[in-house]
């Protein structure tokens, strides 16, 4: 709910709170067009500045989006639930299912950007696989696009000596992917870790994301171990922020 109460929030700002709420009760639904600048000038007494700041709030959170000579809509695309434990189930992999069917339900997705070469590893992941310096990697580029938007970037190193010859260095690695590769070489993930930061994007990355000005990019740097403990893939994936609530569901 929005605190209109508290006066010292900017003009902007409580604009800005007031429209969220109207979306939020339905008021105005995906792909209305929300009240322009000269709207929100008449209605609430302010300058054109602070009406277009008031919208420009909306279009960094990922609400709202310009369309060119057209005006500010409340955004369509539905954020994707990230499942961020049940995604990794052996279940989901060991089963031929992709990792991505936990999350996206009936949702489109196409992963409409795939090169593999091999490398000689960064210093960084060299560290994480346990490889020596120059060691070559298995590197596996991507950009995922959920109902035609792009929402991720990914990019997966792995021992190029463990994967040599499998689908693992093939665009397409068949049903259950990488991991479902890994374990048929007697490699499988038994256990991942995630770190998971904030920033803003590069240029490159708000071109590829096709992301609006403002919105940040979460990086999430995901490495699979095997039950002895190997690490057998470190994958760094950037995410556009807008488009993703990261869930996590345990026991205490």
């Known amino acids: 709910m929005a605190n209109t109460g508290d006066d010292r929030r900017p003009k902007y700002q409580r604009i800005a709170d007031t429209l969220r709420e109207a979306i939020r009760s339905g008021e105005y639904g995906p792909g209305d067009r929300l009240p322009g600048e000269n709207d929100l000038m008449a209605a609430h007494g302010v300058a ?4 277009r700041q008031a919208l420009g709030v909306l279009r960094d959170e990922g609400v709202a989006e310009a369309r060119k000579g057209a005006g500010v809509f409340v955004r369509e695309f539905r ?4 499942r961020g434990i049940q995604r990794l189930a052996q279940q989901q992999w060991g089963n031929g299912r992709s990792i991505w069917s936990a999350d996206i339900g009936n949702r489109s997705l196409e992963v409409d950007q795939v090169t593999v070469s091999e490398e000689a590893a960064p210093e960084g992941v060299a560290a994480v696989l346990d490889l020596a310096r120059g060691e070559s990697v298995c590197v596996r580029r991507r950009r995922f696009v959920l109902d035609g938007k792009p929402v991720l970037l990914a990019t997966s190193y792995l021992p190029a000596a463990l994967v040599a010859g499998s ?15 890994l374990a048929e070489l007697g490699y499988g993930p038994v256990h991942f870790r995630e770190e998971v930061r904030s920033r803003m994007p590069s240029r490159d990355e708000a071109t590829r ?6 919105t940040p990019v979460i990086l999430v740097c ?7 403990g190997r690490p057998v893939e470190v994958n760094e994936m950037t995410l556009d922020a807008a488009s993703y609530i990261l869930e996590y569901d345990f026991d205490a």
């Open 48 to 51: 054109r500045m602070t009406a």
């Open 79 to 82: 954020p994707l639930r990230r």
């Open 167 to 181: 689908a693992i260095t093939q665009e397409d690695t068949g049903q259950g992917g990488t991991y479902a590769r």
């Open 209 to 214: 994301l096709s992301l609006s000005a403002g």
């Open 222 to 228: 995901r490495t699979a171990f095997t039950d002895a």
